[in-house]
């Protein structure tokens, strides 16, 4: 029996209703529970949870509170390292993929699966030839556009037939078949400005948009048009969060003003036709992003997403209630380097900076590399359970 498992088996989601339905009044017995339960096993913690993962992610993207803070690992090709996947394997295979995300998934029980592999899986269906070595990111060899000719001549790929962006796909109908309804299937791509500057090679584009501005933002709608394709695909097979990642237009690479003229329109267009489809959307960014934050939330994303270099308790501030917000532990220093310890003070730190009145998913500020500790999760896990209750709901 799989009490305790990811697949929210009949036995859990019973005793979940039976909560809601009897003791729910029984404040005092509900919390003599939860601490028994925690004690038990910290793996049984969905049975004191009033919300399925996927409600309690959806009430943080409305800006609302959920019964506790949602947890959001970021994990890709880290969890297949577990069942001895290397990392091309993981980025070639949905099957594998979708076995390392719900094993990950079972172990740590947090509230998403990713179907998501590489960055480079976008290019990559454009023509863009990739270097892929077992363990390692890929590396770009070979760009399929050197004139406007190259430009014009791009077809959109389809997601479901071309390279490997089937395996996206795929991925999202398996985790369907899976943990769809209970748990958060989370996908997407690239921004349209960074799969231009992946697509050209980041030198390139960034010269050509002083140079020859007709081709850069000719390769930018091309890629406008890719990304709602994309989406499209993965609304159509049941993901639940479409985001885009756009670390090329950010400020750590680019001026404010860049991103305001050449990435936030096109992100903007992507996401008004991904919100169609009926998913939630989410914006990825690198580095600080402090001044962009404003044309972050213009882009209509439900949720932006900010990485450890990003002062928390200010974006709260600053974004608070016009966008759910999503970060920051340090997922290099804390995560992969630092003790359960630090962990736990640094997730404490996270909690008290953003959880006030919801809107908020607790999460590393980028993708976790593989060869981290299992118990550092396991504290981000704890704490989110510990202290990130919601107090009406207690
Ligand atoms: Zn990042």
Known sequence: MRACGIRQSNTCRQVVQARRDYLGPIRLGVKCIRRWVDVLDPRCARLNDEMTSLERVKAAYSLTEPDRIPVFPMVTYASGTPLGYTLREYCHDAKKMVRGQLHFQERFGHDFVLSFVDVWIFAEAAGVRLDFPDNNTPNPVESPVKTMEDVERLEVP??????????????????????????????????????????????AFLKDLYLNKELALKLVKFCTEYMIEMGRAEAEAGADIVHLGDAFAGPSLVSP??????????????????????????????????SIWDYMIETGAHNIEVDQTVDLAEAKRKVGGRVCLTGNLDPSAVIRYGTPADVEKKTRECIQAAAAEGGYVLSPGCVIMPGFPPANLDAVARVARESGRYAQRN
Not at 174 to 187: D, F, H, P, Q
């Open 158 to 203: 389809d997601p479901r037939r071309d390279g490997r962006l089937p395996i996206i796909v795929e991925g999202i109908e398996l985790l369907r078949r899976e943990v769809g309804g209970n748990v958060a299937i989370y996908t997407g791509g690239q921004g349209p400005f960074s799969l231009a500057a992946e697509i050209r090679g980041l030198q």
């Open 257 to 290: 003003t860049f991103f305001r003229d050449y990435a936030m329109p096109y992100d903007k267009l992507v996401f008004e036709q991904w919100k169609k489809e009926g998913v939630l959307t989410s914006l990825h960014i690198c580095g600080k992003s402090t």
